[in-house]
């Protein structure tokens, strides 16, 4: 007591009313730092916002204990940099989920998915070529199709390339190459083409596919060219061509549209709309090899 009564004395705060002052004063300034540090991260109780699940520690490398769902809420135990380690009322289910999925204000984290395609091989097929020009239209362009599958190809293999991708033609140049030589090997398999009728009339775009192995990856894409571009979908098929027969990699048959039918020769010649179907393809890839 002595001490104190030193201290309060130096201080010169003997003086009961200043004693009370100050005290008050220090238990407002505690006051208005704990309101400010307050945000929803403090509440013991979260929300699960989306369906996710729960992990038996603070990263996605860990394994999975059970999936949790929307509108769930659990305790809230401790957190780890982004991660909540929390437990449901009765006990039963206790892990770790990534903040981002719940009511806490967490922004995610990249996603390691991000670049799917990195360091995966996709060759890339550009139909016909040299004295085989593939289909060709009646309008005064007399678009060939050799020209702009090569063009197409050579255009989505920069797009490829920009996500990492080591990307395999099999032609580079305007030259003939046999259906044989054109099966080379790599993580997934592009042909390009586009599509001819008598009839004007007939548009949009096929995605083929042969072999069981090559069915997820037409699906994909078909549904990637149908959100995204112009064409008209048509969708995926089966059908018995070589280079999907001939070929053991998950590999595709794109008809990109019909140069017989002078909209779509319009889209196939021109640049900005051929884009828009490239990025298709690359976000049907990229979907592809997330999974
Ligand atoms: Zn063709």
């Given at each position: 007591m002595n001490r104190i009564n030193t201290w309060l004395e130096k201080h010169n705060l003997r003086n009961f009313p200043t004693l009370i002052v100050v005290v008050t004063f220090v238990v407002f300034?505690?006051?208005?730092?704990?309101?400010?540090?307050?945000?929803?991260?403090?509440?013991?109780?979260?929300?699960v916002t989306e369906d996710t699940e729960l992990r038996t520690g603070p990263s996605p490398i860990y394994p999975e204990v059970n999936s949790i769902y929307k509108g769930q809420n659990f305790h809230k135990i401790s957190k780890t940099g982004k991660w909540i380690q929390v437990e449901s009322s009765n006990g039963k289910e206790k892990g770790w989920v990534a903040g981002w999925h719940t009511n806490l204000n967490i922004e995610a984290d990249a996603n390691p998915n991000a670049k799917p395609l990195k360091d995966k091989t996709i060759v890339l097929d550009p139909g016909h070529g040299g004295s085989d020009q593939g289909a060709s239209s009646n309008t005064k362009k007399h678009s060939r199709e050799k020209v702009y599958t090569l063009k197409t190809a050579k255009e989505l293999k920069s797009l490829l390339e920009k996500e990492g991708a080591v990307v395999n033609m099999t032609r580079e140049a305007d030259e003939y190459v046999s259906l044989e030589q054109r099966n080379i090997k790599g993580d997934a398999y592009i042909s390009i083409h586009n599509d001819s009728l008598k009839s004007a009339k007939a548009n949009g775009s096929t995605v083929y596919w042969y072999k069981d192995n090559q069915e997820a990856?037409?699906?994909?894409?078909?549904?990637?060219?149908?959100?995204?571009?112009?064409?008209?979908?048509?969708?995926?098929?089966?059908?018995?061509?070589?280079?999907?027969?001939?070929t053991d990699v998950p590999a595709v048959l794109l008809e990109l549209g019909y140069i017989s039918n002078p909209t779509d020769e319009d889209m196939i010649t021109?640049?900005?709309?051929?884009?828009?179907?490239?990025?298709?393809?690359?976000?049907?890839?990229?979907?592809?090899?997330?999974?």
């Open positions: 300034v505690f006051m208005i730092i704990s309101f400010l540090n307050h945000n929803d991260e403090d509440s013991s109780t979260i929300y990856l037409a699906e994909t894409i078909s549904a990637t060219l149908q959100k995204k571009a112009l064409l008209t979908s048509k969708g995926a098929r089966q059908e018995n061509y070589q280079v999907l027969r001939q021109d640049k900005l709309h051929r884009h828009i179907l490239e990025e298709a393809v690359v976000d049907g890839l990229r979907s592809y090899f997330s999974e």
